[in-house]
């Protein structure tokens, strides 16, 4: 599962010009929590995190790498 999320991240952030710092991965209750690190030069932008935050959702979404419910921090 992780390399899987893994490569979808770097896939994500590579079109997106930025790269993928870390991935955090937490188990809770109410479903997977997935926190992603990202960075660029320059900075990042809010506008980069919530542009790399809807591919990836679709992306896991498509592929289906969770059973069950999911919530996404970029």
Same mark, same amino acid.
């Given at each position: 599962? !992780?390399?899987?999320?893994?490569? +979808?991240? =770097? !896939? ?9 710092? /870390?991935? /955090?991965? =937490?188990?809770?209750? =109410? ?6 690190? +990202?960075? =660029? ?5 809010? /506008?980069?995190?919530?542009? *790399? ?11 289906? *790498?969770? /059973? ?7």
């Amino acid at each position: 599962m !992780y390399n899987e999320l893994e490569k +979808i991240v =770097k !896939y994500v952030c590579e079109e997106n010009n930025t790269g993928m710092y /870390d991935i /955090d991965i =937490k188990n809770t209750h =109410k479903g997977m929590v997935i926190i992603v690190y +990202i960075t =660029k030069v320059g900075g990042v932008l809010i /506008d980069d995190c919530s542009r *790399i935050g809807r591919k990836l959702k679709e992306e896991i979404e498509t592929q289906e *790498i969770f /059973d069950g419910p999911f919530f996404l921090e970029v």
